[in-house]
Structure formats: C-alpha cells, structure tokens
C-alpha cells in the first residue's frame, strides 16, 4: 500500500479543504442483462425500479463516503430522468438513513407528477421534493425544470417560479445549472440575468448554485460575484475541476465573509470552487488524495494526484457527454464495487470497446482502481 494511501485511511482522515460531494450511480442486478430495455426503447420506471442492487448502490454511497466526501443523491448521474421519482425518492431514504458522516444534498425536481399542467403545479412538486429531502437530514438541489426551457419562459417568469419555490422552503438549498451537453432540454436555461437575480433576492436560503456548463472562466467570474454575498459555486465541470477547487489567489483588497454555514458545518470562502461532481464516482481516492496535500499546503502533490484524475475524467466524459455514466459503472466494476459494469436503460452499451480500454488503462494510471 502506498504511503498516500496508508496516511488516508478511513478513521483517520482530515476533512477535505473544499465542501465536495460526488454525484453517484445506481447500480443493477445482473439479471438485467436479461431484459429487454434500451435507449431506444426504455423501461418504465416502475421496471427499472425492480432492477436495481440497493446493497450494491448502498455500499458505494458508504465508499466515497468513507474517503470524504458528501454523497449528492438522486441527481443526473443516477438517471433521475430515467429512473423517475419513486426510485429518486427510495434512493433518498436509503442515503438518509446510511447516517453519512459527511452529509448528503439531493435532487428536488417536479417528477413525481406524469405531467407539469400549470406553473403552479411545477412549483408545488418542486418544494414538495425539496421539504421530503430537508426533512431527512438532507440539502435540496433544485434540479433544472425543462417545463421552463422547452417553453420559452422569460427572464422574469424564471425569477417569479423559483420565487415562488424558495418561499415555501425554509433552506439552505443550492440551485442547479445543468448545460445542454448533460441534457438536451436545457438550451437556453437561466436566461438573462435571472440566475444571479435569484440567487441575490434569497441570499438567506440559497447557499449557492451548482454550474454544470464546462466554462471554466465563466465559472470563476460567477464564482467571484456570488462569494460577496457568502454564496458558493459547487464546480459541476467534469472536464476543468483541478484548476476551479485549487482556485487562485484573493484579488488585492478583496473582503469576502470567511465563512459559510451549512446544517452545522463551517465552510470557508475563497477564490475557488467547491464541488459536486460525477467525476468523483470514478476518481474519489486519488481525488481524496489530492485534496487533502492541498488542504495540507502541498500545492505540487496536489497536482501531481488530481491532474490524472482529471485526465480520466476528461476521457470518461467525452462527447457524446451524456453519456459519462457508462465510464462510471466501468470503473466502479474494475473497482470490485460492483458485480456488473451495466446501466438502467443498457446505457452502457453506447460506448464502445475502444472507450472501455481507454477508461481502464487512464483509471490505473489516475490510481483509481485498487491499493496496489
């Protein structure tokens, strides 16, 4: 076992210096190879639902976990879109009631309706999520509505519905910005200025937002504008998060608020992003690893540990990116978490050999596979 290794040990680890959690997902059971579900022609949720291994499931959100990290459950690298509300809501209870060490957030979308009728329908399902995971000891992510983006709506009309949600909660929650390479439907979200005008009207709730868009200077712009406020960026770039958590040096008389409260946890502020990530699904130790020689000071460990991690990241969430969850899986069955390297819906199946090889030579380059 490597010194690094040894020295980060579950039981005797130090807090990460950057608020992380990893995006995690669900694993099936191997029968499902058996089943006739695809891409082209998807499950029902209710199918879906029988075929996954909560054990197996479970034990991952214990893993990285166990190295550190918060656990962000029930969001796109689960295939929430797939998977429908009541696996999301089942997910939920099952990461609430694991008493995770370092916390969960969750996805608080309006899927538990067949279909958005009105505005005031969306808004109504989307607190509702939101209250079930703050009841459970979690913190609500409002995941993105396509109901506003495939319809048009305004910059105003964006302000006025997540205004309307966030009244009725009593926070914190963090917002969620999810780019149209994670999902289609997302073309055109947060137009205007309503982003940064949501999160200024709830300062006192909203807590930050989680930027999915892989725009590196757009992410440190934003970053520095919502930290005046105590607010925080969770970096969700897949492809450019060494550089956003190592962050950069404090501009020349800058006073940002030092710290941020988050259920009981003190989390410091400062010119760089925190995280939640699906890349941590796959490169959680090496990450944990590097986080922790930065947290120590070691700048070029730092370095030395996440820049391959970064590199098997870039690779697993190459285009088509929506894919990423098939390189996930992989390597979580290289791993020996899991049984099978399969996804809901047989997602794994749009990747081909090729990518598989190169997942599995960049995960043992990146130190992600084993303690050898």
Same mark, same amino acid.
């Given at each position: 076992?490597?010194?690094?290794?040894?020295?980060?040990? +579950?039981?005797?680890?130090?807090?990460? +210096?950057?608020?992380?959690?990893?995006?995690?997902?669900?694993?099936?059971?191997?029968?499902?190879?058996?089943?006739?579900?695809?891409?082209?022609? +998807?499950?029902?949720?209710?199918?879906?639902?029988?075929?996954?291994?909560?054990?197996?499931?479970?034990? $991952?959100?214990?893993?990285?976990?166990?190295?550190?990290?918060?656990?962000?459950?029930?969001?796109?690298?689960?295939?929430?879109?797939?998977?429908?509300?009541?696996?999301?809501?089942?997910?939920?209870?099952?990461?609430?009631?694991?008493?995770?060490?370092?916390?969960?957030?969750?996805?608080?979308?309006?899927?538990?309706?067949?279909?958005?009728?009105?505005?005031?329908?969306?808004?109504?399902?989307?607190?509702?999520?939101?209250?079930?995971?703050?009841?459970?000891?979690?913190?609500?992510?409002?995941?993105?509505?396509?109901?506003?983006?495939?319809?048009?709506?305004?910059?105003?009309?964006?302000?006025?519905?997540?205004?309307?949600?966030?009244?009725?909660?009593?926070?914190?929650?963090?917002?969620?910005?999810?780019?149209?390479?994670?999902?289609?439907?997302?073309?055109?979200?947060?137009?205007?200025?309503?982003?940064?005008?949501?999160?200024?009207?709830?300062?006192?709730?909203?807590?930050?937002?989680?930027?999915?868009?892989?725009?590196?200077?757009?992410?440190?712009?934003?970053?520095?504008?919502?930290?005046?406020?105590?607010?925080?960026?969770?970096?969700?770039?897949?492809?450019?998060?060494?550089?956003?958590?190592?962050?950069?040096?404090?501009?020349?008389?800058?006073?940002?608020?030092?710290?941020?409260?988050?259920?009981?946890?003190?989390?410091?502020?400062?010119?760089?992003?925190?995280?939640? $990530?699906?890349?941590?699904?796959?490169?959680?130790?090496?990450?944990?690893?590097?986080?922790?020689?930065?947290?120590?000071?070691?700048?070029?460990?730092?370095?030395?540990?996440?820049?391959?991690?970064?590199?098997?990241?870039?690779?697993?969430?190459?285009?088509?990116?929506?894919?990423?969850?098939?390189? $996930?899986?992989?390597?979580?069955?290289?791993?020996?978490?899991?049984?099978?390297?399969?996804?809901?819906?047989?997602?794994?199946?749009?990747?081909?050999?090729?990518?598989?090889?190169?997942?599995?030579?960049?995960?043992?380059?990146?130190?992600? $596979?084993?303690?050898?």
């Amino acid at each position: 076992m490597s010194a690094d290794r040894q020295h980060n040990r +579950p039981g005797s680890l130090a807090p990460l +210096p950057r608020l992380c959690y990893a995006a995690l997902h669900v694993v099936v059971r191997g029968g499902y190879s058996e089943v006739d579900h695809s891409l082209e022609h +998807p499950g029902s949720p209710q199918e879906i639902e029988h075929w996954i291994d909560w054990k197996a499931t479970a034990g $991952l959100r214990r893993f990285v976990d166990s190295l550190g990290f918060g656990v962000a459950e029930a969001m796109d690298t689960a295939q929430r879109f797939e998977i429908g509300w009541p696996s999301a809501r089942r997910l939920i209870e099952l990461c609430s009631s694991l008493e995770l060490r370092n916390g969960f957030v969750a996805g608080a979308g309006s899927d538990q309706l067949d279909a958005v009728g009105s505005r005031t329908e969306l808004i109504d399902a989307v607190a509702e999520q939101a209250e079930f995971i703050d009841g459970l000891g979690g913190v609500p992510v409002l995941l993105p509505m396509p109901h506003l983006s495939t319809n048009g709506a305004s910059e105003k009309e964006y302000v006025d519905v997540y205004s309307a949600i966030i009244d009725q909660l009593e926070g914190p929650l963090f917002l969620h910005w999810l780019g149209e390479m994670f999902h289609p439907a997302m073309r055109g979200y947060f137009p205007g200025n309503s982003l940064e005008r949501i999160l200024a009207r709830h300062a006192d709730k909203v807590r930050g937002v989680k930027l999915s868009l892989l725009d590196e200077e757009f992410e440190v712009r934003l970053r520095r504008r919502v930290a005046m406020r105590g607010q925080i960026v969770l970096t969700g770039d897949d492809v450019h998060f060494a550089r956003l958590l190592e962050g950069r040096p404090p501009a020349r008389g800058s006073r940002l608020p030092a710290t941020l409260e988050l259920k009981g946890r003190r989390v410091r502020l400062g010119d760089y992003s925190h995280a939640l $990530l699906g890349a941590f699904d796959a490169v959680a130790e090496p990450a944990a690893a590097a986080l922790r020689a930065l947290g120590d000071g070691d700048v070029v460990r730092y370095r030395e540990l996440m820049g391959p991690a970064e590199e098997l990241a870039r690779f697993i969430f190459q285009p088509p990116t929506r894919r990423y969850k098939a390189g $996930l899986a992989y390597v979580s069955w290289l791993r020996g978490l899991q049984d099978n390297p399969m996804l809901v819906n047989r997602e794994d199946l749009a990747r081909d050999e090729a990518y598989y090889r190169g997942v599995a030579s960049l995960a043992r380059r990146a130190g992600a $596979l084993s303690d050898d």
